[in-house]
């Protein structure tokens, strides 16, 4: 298969975009069938103290029935559909990872986001693959470096796969910053790889 691919990152680690990963018909056909038929949640996270609600809807895939430590939230897993093992298959092949588990995020619109972090949790590995798949809106994806501040900011569109790995989560943070621009849903598959014993 053949992909167009761009790598974003300059220096310390790596974030390739594919764009056309899916088709636009099976894409907008998993994001009407994972919005309609995914069991969402909302967990709360406390910040400085306050309790709220993230601003998005999730759920946690592990094969292994595993659960998922993230923000200090633990996660129950639910099991892959079937649309989520065919999508989650054929980024295995292109990240040659072989992933386990998924964060699977609804930004219902413009207001709902995440903000800037890493994926850097200890029972991914050193250097995770992580790979993110968007569907529905496009949305503005930003990556900053944590020493330099440089800043590269990209729109994920419905279909496209984002690739990082490498020292990627070491040493760059990404968010989803919210937007008045937008008010269309979007859905964010994860893909990452739990390792046991870690
Ligand atoms: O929605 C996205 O594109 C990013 C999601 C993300 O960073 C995460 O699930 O850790
Ligand atoms: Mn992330």
């Known amino acids: 298969m053949h992909f167009v691919k761009n790598q974003l990152l300059p220096f310390d680690g790596t974030a390739i975009l594919f764009e056309n990963f899916l088709t636009a018909d099976f894409a907008a056909q998993a994001f009407?069938?994972?919005?309609?038929?995914?069991?969402?949640?909302?967990?709360?996270i406390t910040?400085?103290?306050?309790?709220?609600?993230?601003?998005?809807?999730?759920t946690w895939h592990n094969e292994l029935g595993e659960g998922y430590k993230y923000s200090g939230v633990m996660r129950h897993a639910q099991p892959f559909s079937e649309t989520l093992s065919e999508i989650r298959n054929r980024c295995a092949e292109v990240a040659n990872t072989p992933f386990n588990?998924?964060?699977?995020?609804?930004?219902?619109?413009?207001?709902?986001?995440?903000?800037?972090?890493?994926?850097?949790?200890?029972c991914n590995g050193p250097e995770p693959t992580i790979a993110s798949v968007s569907?529905?809106?496009?949305r503005r994806f930003d990556m900053r470096h944590r020493k330099t501040g440089e800043t590269i900011k990209i729109q994920l569109e419905s279909g496209s796969l984002l690739v990082m790995a490498g020292k990627s989560q070491q040493?760059?943070?990404?968010q989803?910053?919210?937007?008045?621009?937008?008010?269309?849903?979007?859905i964010n598959l994860t893909f990452r790889r739990v390792i046991e014993g870690l």
């Open 171 to 174: 040493y760059w943070v990404h």
């Open 32 to 44: 009407d069938e994972i919005k309609n038929e995914n069991k969402w949640e909302q967990p709360e």
């Open 176 to 186: 989803v910053a919210k937007t008045k621009r937008v008010h269309e849903p979007r």
């Open 101 to 122: 588990s998924a964060l699977v995020n609804l930004y219902r619109n413009g207001q709902d986001g995440m903000g800037w972090h890493s994926d850097n949790e200890a």
């Open 47 to 58: 910040i400085f103290g306050n309790t709220v609600r993230e601003p998005r809807l999730s």
């Open 135 to 138: 569907l529905g809106a496009t």
